[in-house]
């Protein structure tokens, strides 16, 4: 295949998936890689990138917004938009975890779970902990919400 028939297969390969929802870098970077080489994915990066096609900060807030939706908390969106190559930096910019929000999804999850009655034993809080934990909220908002 000449580089430039694989130039231009990938970069309609990224376009189509684009289309279907955003994409960050790593995440294009990895299903071009089945395909063709870093030689040919490079160029179509950067120039999805140029073009406005691409934006790992777009990623980024839309994925956040998803996540959150769905009752996740902001360690565990961290460590997701981490796996998909965001920055540090654009990370913390859009997930403040000092947020009063976090506490309020927190306690609608909880409540969506478990009913709004606070835990009868020790048991049924340790139930609820892990579950909170799993779903990515800091200990201390967990905390709050067990003892208090």
Do not use: C, T
């Not at 990066?45 to 839309?62: H, W």
């Not at 930096?89 to 909880?110: F, N, S």
């Amino acid at each position: 295949m000449a580089e430039a028939d694989a130039y231009q297969q990938a970069y309609q390969g990224a376009v189509r998936l684009l289309a279907m929802r955003e994409h960050s870098r790593r995440e294009l970077r990895n299903k071009l890689g089945r395909r063709f080489g870093e030689e040919v994915i490079e160029p179509v990066l950067a120039e999805l990138e140029a073009q406005g096609l691409q934006s790992d900060r777009r990623f980024a807030e839309q994925y956040v917004h998803s996540r959150r939706s769905k009752g996740f908390g902001p360690l565990r969106i961290s460590a997701e938009l981490s796996e998909r190559g965001i920055d540090e930096e654009l990370i913390a910019a859009w997930l403040d975890q000092d947020d009063g929000q976090w506490r309020q999804l927190m306690l609608e999850v909880a409540r969506r779970k478990f009913g709004a009655s606070p835990p009868q034993d020790r048991r049924e809080q340790a139930r609820r902990g892990r579950f909170l934990s799993s779903r990515g909220f800091p200990g201390h908002l967990i905390n709050d919400y067990l003892f208090s």
